[in-house]
């Protein structure tokens, strides 16, 4: 008896000691031969962390869950952070292979990754809202969101987060241009579901080609496809539905495959103009090859449900009857980002402007990333009078060459373009230039004024380019940002950024630096153009399986990475799938 006692003293003491435990309860029930076990623990969940702990926390908002957004929830590490993430879609897509989702060659489930898969796994306070922002309020620091699926918990469709940190990561849509007719007749290719869409409405044309009470020109206008847009995403889905139609669906419609027709139309007088001129000229005589009606320097003006106007540069117009019409000519503003560009003086901005570390302009508690911005790089020439006078160290009013070299790795760090323009004139450094500046003088002789030392860079200036909106600047600002946050503390005592030629000290973080790591354009019939750092370029079978082994290598998980190269090993068996789902 008292043995009995004793254990059920040493229980009660160890409930009443770790109160967690109360929480684990095991119900055994046998009825006919089944046992039943129901348990709550920690394991794989996230705590609800209580308004004290939380106030102590810096809330950090992200906007999106793209490229940018996802990149930056799967890199951060700083566990002193309350971050909240608001998005309208509840997963990651890849969405480079979203025109592989177009034609079956790729599941849509296969390229996605929950978004509370990712967040789960790191080891600090991530929660998730599926949820629109449909306002940010800079001044009091308050997202405003709508709930995509009806109303939240307390029977509102909208309500509001407040951040002390806000990253706006949103990503963009389509541009039309205002053209008429585009938003109402045309099929877009940024999200999963309009990939699907398009995999829908291409098995749409076909059978209603097939119906028999039709005309021949009927169904040759059923089965014209349209593409416009001859950048990546347009020449990969013309290529991918040339595929499509000419290795499964002509096998399934014999009747009508005589009738099918693409066509690629593209305002500017080359698609692919911002690859090599080899793989612009390959792939325009590859799709000519095929049967690709490709129309260089055309550009649509209307839009109807059965025709689309186009314009030549001789002035001359014609119209396009057609079934399905794809567009992907650029990107937009989302009217959120709009309206915030409003708010901090950027209306007449096509994107949102950032500083070199991704901090929106106006606003020292805000960044920005992706496609929904651009950096908007410093000119060296609105800077020249200060980086003189911070040359300048003895103050004699010439700058000598030992002083020059002293800052010249600051004055690239924080100025690429000056590195790009040495690099484009082949010099070693900036001493280089100011010696050829001065018309090729002994180095030791070399003294500038303030008048000599702007002439010498005057031209740097011409080097600045615009980051492209890809994936790849996306995930890579994404990364930087996070490890700005996990290092925010380190760096704000012992700054690493270059000299502040307008102010004293350091900057805290090294500006952000795309590395570009190549890229690629599927070009149908197994052959794929490959670009890589170096002028290397590559064209054929061999490239198209260096990018079935990057694109298997950069999916966000072992799950979705096996079952993108399950999808690739069943289309190589079965063929493409057609059924209408």
Same mark, same amino acid.
């Given at each position: ?32 031969? $089944? ?67 177009? &034609? $079956? ?80 007749? &045309? ?127 001789? $002035? ?55 496609? &929904? ?117 380190? &760096? ?90």
């Amino acid at each position: 008896m008292r043995t009995s006692t004793t254990l059920l003293d040493r229980f009660s003491r160890a409930f009443h000691d770790h109160p967690s435990l109360a929480k684990l309860v095991v119900l055994f029930t046998v009825s006919g031969g $089944g046992l039943v076990a129901y348990a709550e623990a920690n394991s794989g969940t996230q705590a609800i962390v209580p308004v004290e702990a939380e106030s102590k926390k810096k809330r950090v908002v992200v906007l999106g869950t793209g490229w940018a957004g996802t990149s930056f929830l799967r890199n951060i590490k700083n566990s002193s952070y309350d971050v909240q993430i608001v998005s309208p879609r509840n997963y990651f897509a890849f969405t480079p292979l979203l025109p592989s989702v177009t &034609c $079956g060659t790729v599941e849509a489930r296969s390229i996605v990754e929950p978004i509370r898969n990712i967040v789960r796994k790191k080891n600090m306070d991530i929660r998730f809202w599926e949820a629109e922002c449909v306002k940010i309020d800079a001044e009091n620091k308050k997202v405003y969101c709508r709930t995509s699926n009806g109303t939240n918990l307390n029977g509102k469709e909208e309500f509001v987060v407040d951040y002390d940190y806000l990253v706006i990561a949103i990503g963009a849509r389509s541009n039309t241009f205002n053209i008429p007719g585009v938003e109402e007749n &045309c099929k877009f290719l940024k999200e999963v579901e309009d990939a699907q869409e398009i995999r829908r409405s291409v098995i749409d044309c076909f059978e209603r080609a097939s119906l028999p009470n039709l005309s021949d020109e009927e169904r040759k206008r059923i089965l014209h496809f349209v593409i416009v847009g001859g950048g990546p995403t347009g020449v990969e889905f013309a290529a991918e539905l040339y595929d499509f139609v000419n290795e499964d669906l002509v096998k399934l419609y014999p009747r009508v495959k005589e009738l099918v027709n693409i066509t690629l139309l593209e305002a500017a007088d080359h698609i692919l103009n911002m690859f090599d001129k080899r793989i612009t000229k390959f792939a325009e005589t590859k799709f000519r090859r095929d049967g690709i009606n490709l129309k260089t320097g055309s550009m649509v003006v209307k839009v109807t449900d059965k025709e689309i106007s186009t314009k030549e540069k001789t $002035g001359e117009t014609s119209s396009i009857p057609y079934g399905m019409a794809v567009w992907s000519t650029g990107i937009g503003q989302r009217p959120v980002v709009r309206d915030f560009m409003k708010q901090v003086g950027q209306a007449n901005r096509r994107a949102l402007a950032t500083d070199e570390w991704l901090r929106v302009e106006g606003c020292d508690s805000i960044y920005a990333l992706g496609d &929904c911005a651009t950096i908007n790089q410093r000119k060296v020439m609105e800077d020249i009078a200060a980086i003189f006078s911070k040359a300048d160290k003895d103050n004699s009013g010439t700058l000598t060459a030992k002083e020059a070299r002293e800052v010249i790795a600051d004055i690239c760090e924080r100025y690429p373009q000056v590195e790009l323009y040495l690099k484009n004139k082949k010099l070693g450094d900036i001493v280089d230039l100011l010696k050829e500046s001065k018309g090729d003088v002994e180095e030791e002789s070399i003294e500038l004024d303030i008048a000599e030392f702007t002439s010498a860079l005057s031209q740097v200036d011409s080097q600045m380019k615009n980051l492209p909106a890809t994936a790849q600047v996306a995930a890579q600002q994404g990364a930087y940002l996070a490890d700005c946050f996990t290092r925010m503390e380190e &760096c704000e005592k012992n700054p690493e950024g270059p000299l502040r030629f307008r102010g004293e000290g350091r900057h805290r973080f090294r500006p952000f630096r795309y590395k570009h790591l190549g890229q690629f354009a599927p070009l149908g019939g197994e052959q794929t153009a490959a670009q890589l750092p170096g002028d290397w370029v590559s064209i054929g079978h061999s490239s198209q399986w260096l990018w079935y082994s990057v694109y298997a290598s950069k999916q966000v998980s072992w799950r979705t990475r096996m079952l993108v190269i399950s999808d690739w090993t069943r289309r190589f068996v079965f063929g493409r799938d057609s059924s209408r789902i």
